[in-house]
């Protein structure tokens, strides 16, 4: 490639990383064909893949060399998966940082995917969008001075946000608060932080037992995907420190089955839980856009229905689920409705500023499950007798 062109592929690969952050997507996909077909690259964008443009196929190699260099990863290795970090502000006029993975496909060519990270301050904890109840719940059960908390959710759900929003409430000057992160993303002021490094041997379960020997108040482990890492998490809060920590796990009830499954003694764990929070993205209409309307009933109960459907093993809508419903939709229209008692919906409409898709941002869902007596008893399990 000579010098012109290679001036060339460094300005493209700069413009499709500013690109993805003036778009707000969150993961660039570099996509090859083999032999002659073009490469790919798509920007997922509020939880959807985008097109954004295609790449002629003599770019290939050069575009995945250029993208290893900027991680300083090795770019003789074409056959085995890669992953590393580009620090952009030394290539291009944005202080960001992306985690990049590199996988080998079909055709002896290799696909690359960047996350950009989440960069900057904590989101405060009022601001999280958890309902009232839930946040004087989250708030109240995160005070308490030892104890084990998860947040759960899958990949890219914003746990990670949630947990530095949480501790960014907790971080006073008279709070030691030790994390391992992989990847460190978001940064605080007052946090010790460490990154997980495999190949010097720093991995989770080191971290949290050279933590326990630093005097902490409040550790913050990234996961928890093995006995080891959960054992020592367990013992930490059971020997008066708060610990934090995130799962791969869909639901708050599961989170605890998956826990119990790897081993944990059931009692020490039921002693240590306070609770968890498990939460996921939904996509959110465009503000600009979305046009209001008032739902016929036929729409409303299709909503209490979906809305009450993991709700009708739970007492109250055992004993009567008639009456448990119809209280669902009075508080519904307490807390929504208007002067009227009517709720009001909005539809998707599509325009400039959401690209035509009707949809900008996500919300957080959260579903927070405080540990009580009862659920102890259900943790501790028949063995009780």
């Known amino acids: 490639v000579s010098a012109a062109a290679d001036n060339e592929l460094v300005k493209l690969v700069n413009k499709i990383i500013v690109d993805a952050y003036n778009q707000g997507a969150s993961d660039i996909h570099v996509e090859p064909l083999p032999g002659k077909g073009k490469t790919?690259?798509?920007f997922r964008k509020d939880g959807s893949l985008m097109n954004y443009i295609e790449v002629p196929a003599s770019y290939r190699n050069p575009l995945t060399t250029r993208l290893k260099i900027m991680c300083d990863l090795d770019i003789s290795e074409k056959r085995r998966p890669q992953d590393g970090k580009i620090k952009f502000k030394k290539f291009g006029p944005l202080d960001i940082e992306l985690r990049v993975a590199t996988i080998p496909t079909a055709g002896g060519v290799e696909d690359i995917v960047m996350r950009i990270l989440a960069a900057g301050e904590p989101i405060p904890i009022d601001k999280l969008g958890l309902t009232q109840k839930n946040l004087e719940k989250l708030k109240k059960t995160v005070a308490k001075p030892y104890g084990l908390f998860f947040v759960c959710g899958p990949t890219g759900s914003g746990k990670t946000t949630t947990l530095h929003s949480v501790l960014g409430s907790l971080n006073t000057p008279d709070t030691k608060i030790w994390t391992a992160e992989d990847p460190v993303e978001?940064?605080?002021k007052g946090l010790r932080q460490c990154q997980v490094?495999?190949?010097?041997?720093?991995?989770?379960?080191?971290?949290?037992?050279?933590?326990?020997?630093?005097?902490p108040d409040i550790i913050m482990v990234g996961e928890m995907r093995d006995k080891e890492t959960t054992s020592t998490g367990i013992e930490a809060s059971?020997?008066?420190?708060?610990?934090?920590?995130?799962?791969?796990?869909?639901?708050?009830?599961?989170s605890i089955i998956r826990l119990l499954d790897m081993g944990m003694d059931p009692f020490n764990?039921?002693?240590?839980?306070?609770?968890?929070?498990?939460?996921?993205?939904?996509?959110?209409?465009?503000?600009?856009?979305?046009?209001?309307?008032t739902p016929?009933?036929?729409?409303?109960?299709?909503?209490?229905?979906?809305y009450c459907e993991e709700l009708m093993n739970t007492e109250p809508f055992k004993k009567d689920a008639?009456?448990?419903?119809?209280?669902?939709?009075k508080e519904w229209v307490k807390t929504y409705g208007n002067e009227k008692g009517q709720?009001?919906?909005?539809?998707?409409?599509?325009?400039?500023?959401?690209?035509?898709?009707?949809?900008?941002?996500?919300?957080?869902?959260?579903?927070?499950?405080?540990a009580t007596r009862r659920l102890n008893k259900a943790i501790h399990g028949p063995q009780r007798g």
């Open 40 to 42: 790919g690259i798509r």
């Open 186 to 188: 978001i940064t605080q």
């Open 197 to 215: 490094n495999k190949k010097a041997g720093m991995d989770f379960a080191t971290m949290m037992k050279a933590f326990l020997r630093a005097d």
């Open 238 to 254: 059971l020997t008066g420190h708060l610990v934090f920590a995130t799962l791969h796990t869909n639901s708050a009830p599961e």
């Open 269 to 293: 764990f039921a002693d240590a839980l306070l609770g968890v929070l498990a939460q996921r993205l939904a996509r959110r209409l465009c503000a600009k856009c979305k046009q209001a309307y």
């Open 296 to 306: 016929e009933a036929v729409e409303i109960k299709s909503l209490l229905n979906e």
């Open 322 to 329: 008639r009456a448990a419903v119809e209280a669902v939709y």
């Open 343 to 370: 709720l009001t919906l909005y539809r998707p409409v599509g325009c400039d500023t959401c690209g035509g898709s009707g949809m900008k941002g996500r919300p957080g869902l959260h579903e927070l499950l405080v």
